[in-house]
């Protein structure tokens, strides 16, 4: 009996430690297998690295094609007045801030503690400005709309109290959209806009070509359509910070001369409207 167990001990762990040895070489294998696949990722993102994104003094090393591409789709167009339009006829018929703000907005609204207009000249906030206390403007408020012209750009500021969704608290907040004042009918490009930012677009390809995008601006172009749809005025008031871009800009503008349908007033007259091109990154 005693010799049986002994044989049966002997069988037990010999299984035992033949079980552990396979285990142990699947773990093994395993981590071998491991630890070749990150190294081939390893590899993989080293070479990536040194071919991509190696930054030498002018940036990356390679750029590729598609690098290339993006940086010119991420190139924007935008053709209109400088800030948000609103009708010369709207402003004069202005008395309060629900003629300038949505019922959405307006809502927030717990308290109201000021309202301020102020007219911006060369995208500069100026000390023509006033300012009161109600939603109903005072008469110099309107007074400073309505002698403000074409093209003139203000904002109007509202710091009000609304109440925080989550504590029921009031909390301070404001809202200062900016606009400007347009025409009835605005000027626009014989073609239409899409055609005027495709015709930007494909126009401006070469000189986009190395365009980095980590040092291109938003830049700002102004121009003039006359009552006649003639272009006069053009002016860059803020660069792209490449003059091949900048440059290529206005001779594209300029060859639009004759090719615009001219803005009209409330009454119908044509009149000169002077608009924007945003070219660039977006931004303000």
């Given at each position: 009996?005693?010799?049986?167990?002994?044989?049966?001990?002997?069988?037990?762990?010999?299984?035992?430690?033949?079980?552990f040895g396979v285990l142990n070489w699947k773990d093994i294998k395993t981590e071998a297998s491991e630890k070749r696949e990150i190294a081939m990722h390893s590899t993989s993102a080293e070479k990536e690295n040194?071919?991509?994104?190696?930054?030498?003094?002018?940036?990356?090393?390679?750029?590729?094609?598609?690098?290339?591409?993006?940086?010119?789709?991420?190139?924007?167009?935008?053709?209109?007045?400088?800030?948000?339009?609103?009708?010369?006829?709207?402003?004069?018929?202005?008395?309060?801030?629900?003629?300038?703000?949505?019922?959405?907005?307006?809502?927030?609204?717990?308290?109201?503690?000021?309202?301020?207009?102020?007219?911006?000249?060369?995208?500069?906030?100026?000390?023509?400005?006033?300012?009161?206390?109600?939603?109903?403007?005072?008469?110099?408020?309107?007074?400073?709309?309505?002698?403000?012209?074409?093209?003139?750009?203000?904002?109007?500021?509202?710091?009000?109290?609304?109440?925080?969704?989550?504590?029921?608290?009031?909390?301070?907040?404001?809202?200062?959209?900016?606009?400007?004042?347009?025409?009835?009918?605005?000027?626009?490009?014989?073609?239409?806009?899409?055609?005027?930012?495709?015709?930007?677009?494909?126009?401006?390809?070469?000189?986009?070509?190395?365009?980095?995008?980590?040092?291109?601006?938003?830049?700002?172009?102004?121009?003039?359509?006359?009552?006649?749809?003639?272009?006069?005025?053009?002016?860059?008031?803020?660069?792209?910070?490449?003059?091949?871009?900048?440059?290529?800009?206005?001779?594209?503008?300029?060859?639009?001369?004759?090719?615009?349908?001219?803005?009209?007033?409330?009454?119908?007259?044509?009149?000169?409207?002077?608009?924007?091109?945003?070219?660039?990154?977006?931004?303000?």
């Amino acid at each position: 009996m005693k010799k049986s167990l002994i044989i049966l001990c002997a069988v037990l762990i010999t299984l035992s430690l033949t079980a552990f040895g396979v285990l142990n070489w699947k773990d093994i294998k395993t981590e071998a297998s491991e630890k070749r696949e990150i190294a081939m990722h390893s590899t993989s993102a080293e070479k990536e690295n040194t071919n991509a994104n190696y930054q030498g003094p002018v940036g990356p090393l390679f750029i590729t094609q598609t690098e290339k591409t993006k940086r010119i789709e991420d190139f924007n167009y935008n053709v209109g007045p400088r800030f948000g339009p609103i009708k010369k006829s709207d402003i004069d018929k202005a008395t309060t801030i629900e003629d300038f703000f949505s019922w959405e907005a307006l809502r927030a609204i717990e308290i109201l503690k000021s309202v301020e207009i102020i007219i911006i000249e060369n995208d500069r906030q100026t000390q023509k400005r006033e300012i009161g206390y109600s939603k109903t403007l005072t008469k110099a408020q309107l007074k400073l709309l309505q002698t403000a012209d074409y093209a003139a750009s203000f904002l109007i500021r509202i710091d009000f109290q609304e109440k925080n969704k989550v504590t029921e608290k009031l909390q301070y907040n404001y809202a200062s959209p900016h606009l400007t004042i347009v025409p009835e009918k605005q000027a626009a490009y014989i073609n239409g806009k899409d055609a005027l930012q495709n015709y930007l677009k494909e126009n401006s390809k070469e000189v986009r070509k190395e365009v980095d995008q980590n040092k291109l601006q938003p830049a700002k172009l102004y121009f003039t359509v006359t009552k006649e749809g003639n272009i006069e005025n053009i002016r860059l008031d803020r660069t792209s910070n490449y003059p091949l871009v900048d440059k290529a800009m206005i001779e594209l503008i300029t060859k639009t001369n004759k090719k615009w349908k001219p803005a009209e007033n409330e009454k119908g007259e044509k009149i000169d409207q002077e608009l924007v091109v945003s070219f660039g990154l977006l931004g303000c």
